[in-house]
Every structure is written in C-alpha cells, then in structure tokens.
C-alpha cells in the first residue's frame, strides 16, 4: 500500500485557516480589551468547544451571536453559546465558551 500526497499540501488549507482564524475572532472579541498585558484580575476564556461548521473565506461578510446561558453565583464565570453567520445566514461556527469576566470600572 503506498500512501500519496497532495501535490501542494498548502493548498488544501489556504480557505481554511484564514477562515477559522476569522470567524473565531467574532466570538473572542466580547471580552473587554485590558489597559496593559500585567493588568489584574485579567479577563480570559477558561475553556471553548467550537464547531467550524462551513469555511469563511477573506472576502465573507459574517456575522457573530453570543448568549450567556449560565452565571456562577460565586465567581464572574459566564457560559456562552457562541455563533457565526455567513451573509447568506448559513452556520460558519456555533459551540460555546466559558469565560471568565472582571466588571469594568467607569472612570
């Protein structure tokens, strides 16, 4: 048995990639920024479980969902169910993300 491979491997993941990396970004943008990396207590996602339904490329206008579906009662950890869209409606990404959120404080 031999095993073959495709003549440019590169080429199979160049949609791919770029598209993970861009629909996944939607969801990672609900945390607020931090004023400097050695801020603390610092906001951060403690787990995800996303599913890259259909590929986004470059070009795709998507659109994000984000619900928080359970609030821990002794710590500011959230769940999410998380979504992305393409234009034509159609699921790009959908899981969930359990973060872990600090209160922003108003100057």
């Known amino acids: 048995m031999a095993a073959t491979a495709a003549p440019n491997p590169l080429s199979i993941f160049t949609a791919i990639i770029p598209g993970a990396q861009l629909a996944s970004a939607l969801p990672r943008a609900i945390l607020p920024p ?6 603390r ?3 951060g996602f ?3 479980e996303w599913k890259f339904v259909k590929a986004v490329g470059v070009d795709d206008e998507i659109i994000g969902r ?7 009662g002794d ?3 959230r769940k999410l169910a998380t ?7 159609e699921i790009c990404l959908t899981g969930t ?3 872990y959120t600090v209160p922003l404080v108003k100057d």
């Open 46 to 48: 403690l787990g995800v």
């Open 75 to 77: 710590k500011p950890i």
């Open 66 to 72: 984000v619900e928080v579906t359970e609030v821990r």
């Open 97 to 99: 993300a359990t973060v």
């Open 83 to 89: 979504s992305v869209r393409n234009a034509a409606g």
């Open 41 to 43: 207590p610092r906001n």
């Open 34 to 39: 931090e004023p400097t990396p050695y801020s």
